[in-house]
């Protein structure tokens, strides 16, 4: 059951506290919290949920702000419930009324939370914040005049820079070797026997024989050498296939007797079938001698995860989720997410359009690598007035003008700023290990990961906006005025929103 919150939200100065004082508005999580739109999504939240049935659900703006919190301070679940308990102003973030020393829910509903918002559900409350953040005199002057042109019928001008790319988002597995996943799906066959022996205990004299310590003894012989031969691993590989199939073979007979896999937990049906297919690829591979198939499984656990090929130097292949992002005026959005490889140059379209679509105009350029620029998409952008960055096809120019260069090296910089975006969001916050363990919930994880990365950015440049207004009063920065007159166009170029006051 739901209960939709029909009061307007809490102004900090009424945040009710145990002690004297009142929240200060300048605190990063008050900020924060008047950026994300609540409100507007809260209805979408609450369809998933009965209006009669059931004990009334944590509101939305408690589930998503308990995710923010978590991402942001990048601690467990366990911590964020901690945390929570501990920082009024956390308390104020997730949309409580008053301060209480009492936990809020438990870490296991973290859980639920991220099953219940979607990863597009957090795209459109980024979608919107980021729209709210740029709301200002110089943006909205502008559409006014892209609206005014639109009604003439003039068409209106390219507007704006957009870049492109696209990484992986590795999820939390150990490192998979096809002798080891046969070691892991043996032992679960194993178990899955002694449960269903359990059910027909009275039936048979004794439990079908696996062999499960010389199975074990023979795995070890392997896999605590340094250097093993491709023969011995081979011979080993052969040898587990084996006790898988008598395993199988045994369930069969299991099941004949009267044992029904209805009667397994439904943790242990799942892996049955997980089980099933990995020895079927594992088969396959072994008898047509082969190294790569098609959906192939890296992890019991999670099934769901492919080896995405990057070729990056020191790591050739990943094991987690591949994204299509873009970045514009600072802020990264998630586009495109993905299980299985794919090719990003498909996507330069589709982003182009989401662009279009909200801002209202096609941008002036895309920067992008190698991979983008096909034939396809460079007449695509060239039919729209797109510049499409890098050097043209053909042949490579003897002689290149200076602007020519120039031009290079510029698109080049502006694309570096992805990459970056990029290293923070793997260095910084949790796209480097994805810790959630479903495909679902690991999609929700990273379309977060975005979400707080483009409120970190807002509120640097906040700072920066401060800084920059704070120095020009003080005799420190009229004295420098050189690195000052520096400093104020670079903040300038970041905050359009804030001027910079003349000397």
């Avoid at 004297?20 to 999580?29: A, C, I, Q």
């Avoid at 729209?384 to 090296?409: C, F, V």
Wanted: hydrophobic share 35%; aromatic share 10%.
């Amino acid at each position: 059951m739901y209960r939709k919150e029909e009061s307007t939200p809490i102004a900090v100065e009424k945040f009710e506290l145990p002690f004297e004082g009142k929240l200060s508005e300048d605190n990063r999580w008050v900020m924060m919290a008047n950026l994300i739109p609540w409100k507007e999504f809260e209805s979408e939240y609450s369809s998933l949920f009965s209006p009669e049935m059931g004990a009334p659900a944590k509101s939305f703006r408690m589930a998503l702000g308990a995710l923010i919190i978590k991402e942001k301070l990048g601690i467990s679940d366990r911590e964020t419930v901690e945390q929570i308990k501990e920082n009024p102003y956390l308390q104020y973030f997730i949309g409580m009324s008053s301060y209480s020393n009492e936990t809020t829910f438990d870490a296991s509903m973290l859980v639920h939370f991220r099953e219940r918002i979607s990863a597009e559900l957090v795209n459109k409350v980024n979608q919107q914040m980021v729209k709210k953040m740029l709301e200002t005199t110089s943006s909205q002057e502008a559409e006014k005049k892209t609206e005014e042109s639109g009604k003439e019928g003039n068409k209106p001008k390219n507007r704006g820079k957009l870049i492109l790319d696209a990484t992986c988002a590795p999820s939390d597995i150990s490192y998979p070797t096809d002798l080891e996943l046969l070691n892991q799906a043996r032992k679960q066959t194993e178990k899955i026997i002694d449960s269903l022996y359990e059910q027909i205990k009275g039936q048979l004299e004794k439990k079908p024989r696996t062999y499960r310590e010389i199975a074990r003894r023979d795995y070890l012989e392997v896999a605590k050498k340094r250097r093993v031969s491709q023969k011995e691993r081979t011979k080993a590989i052969r040898k587990q296939l084996q006790y898988i199939k008598r395993n199988f073979s045994h369930i069969e007979q299991l099941i004949l007797l009267g044992a029904t896999l209805e009667n397994l937990a439904n943790r242990q049906y799942k892996m049955l079938l997980v089980v099933t297919e990995l020895y079927r690829q594992q088969l396959w591979l072994y008898e047509n001698k082969k190294q790569s198939i098609d959906d192939r499984i890296v992890s019991l656990s999670q099934p769901h995860i492919r080896p995405i090929v990057r070729g990056k130097a020191g790591k050739a292949v990943e094991f987690g989720a591949k994204l299509s992002a873009s970045c514009f005026d600072g802020y990264a959005f998630l586009d495109h997410i993905s299980w299985d490889n794919f090719n990003e140059s498909g996507d330069l379209k589709t982003q182009v359009e989401s662009f279009k679509n909200y801002t209202g105009y096609y941008p002036e350029s895309v920067h992008v690598d190698k991979i983008y620029r096909t034939r396809e998409n460079r007449a695509w952008c060239k039919e729209r007035g797109i510049r499409i960055s890098g050097s043209p096809l053909g042949r490579p120019q003897k002689t290149i003008s200076k602007e020519k260069k120039k031009q290079a090296l510029e698109d080049e910089r502006i694309r570096n700023s992805i990459e970056g975006k990029f290293g923070q969001a793997k260095r910084r916050f949790s796209l480097n290990r994805v810790m959630a363990k479903l495909s679902h919930t690991s999609e929700t994880v990273i379309a977060i990961t975005f979400l707080v990365m483009n409120l970190s950015t807002h509120l640097s440049w906040l700072f920066s906006a401060f800084l920059c207004l704070f120095l020009k009063t003080t005799s420190f920065f009229r004295s420098n005025i050189i690195r000052a007159y520096d400093f104020t166009i670079y903040t300038q170029e970041k905050l359009m929103f804030v001027p910079c006051l003349n000397n």
